[in-house]
């Protein structure tokens, strides 16, 4: 994630800050030029950057305290880009609902933020229906008799965050009665969306969609099937050769949502440390892959060789330093090769997909 400074008095200030806790002002996040815009306290709205010809107010969603974007004061809907992807929120009379949404919001505003970054196309669902996508936000108790079947899942473009997700208590249970080694609300969106856009750019493209097979597997086998027989016998044997995570191993479409999640996960933990300036230089010799001298920005990158370069002696470090607290690995996965040419082709495809506006 990018790290900001507040324009009025140069003080560090996070993506999700709404104001500056040293001079007071008010923060805005404008999405069209990743930026928080910085407000006298004393005033309402914010003027565009670049030539002070468009106003803007804050979504309608900050009075809930789930978002601090910014939207144009003409438009219609009031909703920033982010939640207008929203069709169904919880019910937010319960307080605890409330809770939970807006941890749900952090972690779906981040991968908004990342897939504007990569420059993907993000249209909702509700105002182009064939192409778009949109979020559910539900509890079981939401689905009334349907309930025990509803899962945090994709579906023809609609993803659907079950709200217990939320629940830090909740979510590490079923984390160990899945027998996961990772699970967590950014991991459970960048999984999700990675669907949506295996639709979009790789089922779309007879080419790709080729490609994709030689790497990942032929989607077209029996995918209730392959999960049935995942669920009833485990991963395959030796999955950690050729794929990120056990449930990889149990359905092309799924090597591919997790492949994807993990290539997120890395752009977002290299760019971190590209803003913050960390450098690796460990006291050991000849230990060339532990080191990294320089950051690189990964969404200006093309080679991918060079940001998993980054990310491996990253992740081995804060790995490290999370033991040293007693508290479980930040990324508990090895990445081989297979997983790096598959990443690979994540990354080369994004960068030929990208919106030149």
């Known amino acids: 994630m990018k790290l900001f400074q507040c ?17 007071g002002y008010h923060l805005g996040y404008l999405d069209t030029t990743f930026d928080l815009l910085a407000l006298p306290p004393n005033l309402k709205q914010w003027q565009s950057p670049a030539d002070g010809l468009q106003n803007f107010v804050r979504c309608k969603n900050y009075v809930y305290n789930v978002c601090n974007w910014l939207v144009p004061d003409t438009d219609a809907t009031g909703f920033c880009t982010a939640c207008r992807l929203n069709r169904t929120i919880p019910d937010i009379g319960i307080k605890k609902n409330l809770k939970k949404w807006r941890r749900i919001e952090v972690a779906k505003h981040r991968l908004i933020f990342q897939l504007q970054k990569l420059r993907l196309p993000v249209q909702s669902k509700l105002a182009h229906p064939k192409t778009g996508f949109c979020f ?24 659907t965050i079950l709200l217990s997700e939320a629940d830090s208590v909740l979510r590490e249970q079923m984390k160990r009665e899945m027998n996961e080694r990772y699970r967590t609300l950014i991991g459970h969106f960048r999984h999700e969306i990675g669907h949506y856009y295996w ?34 016998n485990g991963p395959q044997k ?3 050769k050729n794929f990120i995570s056990k449930y990889s191993s149990s359905h092309p479409w ?43 920005d990964p969404y200006e990158e093309s080679s991918f060789k060079k940001i998993v370069g980054k990310a491996i002696p990253l992740f ?6 999370n033991r040293s607290m007693g508290i479980a690995d930040v990324y508990p996965f090895v990445i081989s090769k297979p997983v790096i040419r598959k990443m690979e ?13």
Not at 202 to 220: A, K, M
């Open 345 to 357: 082709f994540i990354h080369k495809l994004l960068k030929k997909n990208r919106l030149t506006v």
């Open 316 to 321: 081995s470090a804060i790995n490290s330093m």
């Open 238 to 240: 030796k999955w950690r």
């Open 254 to 296: 799924e090597d591919w949502a997790e492949t994807w999640a993990h290539y997120l996960h890395l752009l977002d933990t290299v760019e971190t440390a590209h803003y913050f300036g960390i450098k690796i230089e460990p006291n050991l010799k000849d230990k060339k892959h532990l080191r990294m001298k320089s950051i690189v």
């Open 7 to 23: 324009e009025n008095c140069n003080n560090p200030v996070f993506f999700e800050n709404d104001k500056c806790e040293q001079c």
């Open 199 to 232: 639709e979009l750019l790789v089922y779309s493209n007879e080419e790709v969609l080729s490609d994709f097979r030689e790497l990942f597997g032929d989607e077209r086998t029996s995918y209730g099937d392959a999960l049935q027989n995942y669920y009833k």
């Open 136 to 159: 559910d936000f539900l509890s079981r108790k939401d689905a009334g008799d349907n309930g025990k079947n509803l899962m945090t899942g994709h579906a023809n473009g609609v993803v």
